[in-house]
T-cell receptor, first 114, second 112 residues
């Protein structure tokens, strides 16, 4: 079984400041890792994913996340945020065991202020 | 191409009634998932279909919940004798085998 912990329910930050959204997971099998984003009144969109290979993965809009196996973490970072990054961010894992169902964290609301 | 579509977008029902929620996956996707998003429980897996294999029903919260996938494409999630705690946004996702899951816009279910 897998579980995901997102300790921060809300992260307020000023525009152009850096941000880190934390994600830790536990699993008895190898996992794939994902960050999904949900903009206000919209559906879930994949932001980035780690399947294998390089532990640092990047999105097209400047976010990056690093898979750290020893610390079982997959923190999301962006060096300079924009107002438009205001959204709910969900970390998720899927175990390479059976159905590849996604197990989600509780989400972190990123609130970017001008 | 078209993404995952779900209908209806909103459903209001009375306690005790049955409801059916529909999901049209992306054409060619082999796997289909149902999740629900609620204030109290966050995002939870409900059920998974992959081709002609037996579905993974391990996330269904009670025997009032069931789902079927006809012809390897469209899926219907049925909730019988709805309860207020069933109020949530029901999300469908599809993928090509175990590749990235793409989500639909969801159906917001309100049980009065």
């Amino acid at each position: 079984a897998q579980s995901v912990t997102q300790l921060d329910s809300q992260v307020p930050v000023f525009e152009e400041a850096p941000v880190e959204l934390r994600c830790n997971y536990s699993s008895s099998v190898s996992v794939y890792l994902f960050w999904y984003v949900q903009y206000p009144n919209q559906g879930l969109q994949l932001l980035l994913k780690y399947l294998s290979g390089s532990t640092l993965v990047e999105s097209i809009n400047g976010f990056e996340a690093e898979f750290n196996k020893s610390q079982t973490s997959f923190h999301l970072r962006k060096p300079s945020v924009h107002i438009s990054d205001t959204a709910e961010y969900f970390c998720a894992v899927s175990g390479m065991d059976s159905s590849y169902k996604l197990i989600f964290g509780s989400g972190t609301r990123l609130l970017v202020r001008p | 191409g078209a993404g995952v579509s779900q209908s209806p977008s909103n459903k209001v029902t009375e306690k005790g009634k049955d409801v059916e929620l529909r999901c049209d996956p992306i054409s060619g996707h082999t796997a289909l998932y149902w999740y629900r998003q609620s204030l109290g429980q966050g995002l939870e897996f409900l059920i998974y279909f992959q081709g002609n294999s037996a579905p993974d029903k391990s996330g269904l919260p009670s025997d009032r919940f069931s789902a079927e996938r006809t012809g390897g494409s469209v899926s219907t999630l049925t909730i019988q004798r709805t309860q207020q705690e069933d109020s949530a946004v029901y999300l469908c996702a599809s993928s090509f085998f175990q590749d990235t899951q793409y989500f639909g816009p969801g159906t917001r279910l309100t049980v009065l």
